[in-house]
C-alpha cells in the first residue's frame, strides 16, 4: 500500500501506523478485536482505541487524508 506508506511518513510523530496481515497467527487477537478481515482493510482508532473510521477495499489518499486530519482534530 504506497499510499498508506507516504501518509505514515508525512504523519510520522502524529499518528501511529499498525499493519496487520489477515494469515499471521500473531495478530489474530487484534483482528478479532478490530473485526479486521479483508485486505486492503483500514481502521482508524482514537487514542482511546475507539474506531473511529474504516475502509474496505482501495481508498483514494485525499480520503485517507480528510480522515487522519479529522483525527488528528479530535
Keep these: 500500500m504506497p499510499i498508506v506508506h507516504g501518509l505514515e511518513r508525512k504523519y510520522k510523530g502524529r499518528i501511529d501506523f499498525l499493519y496487520l496481515h489477515v494469515g499471521e497467527p ?19 482508532l482514537d487514542a482511546s482505541g475507539r474506531k473511529v473510521r474504516e475502509w474496505i ?14 483525527l488528528l482534530k479530535r
Design 26 to 44: 500473531r495478530t489474530s487477537k487484534a483482528r478479532e478485536q478490530l473485526g479486521y478481515a479483508a485486505t486492503p482493510q483500514i481502521v482508524l
Design 57 to 70: 477495499g482501495v481508498v483514494a489518499e485525499s480520503t485517507l487524508t480528510t480522515g487522519l486530519e479529522g
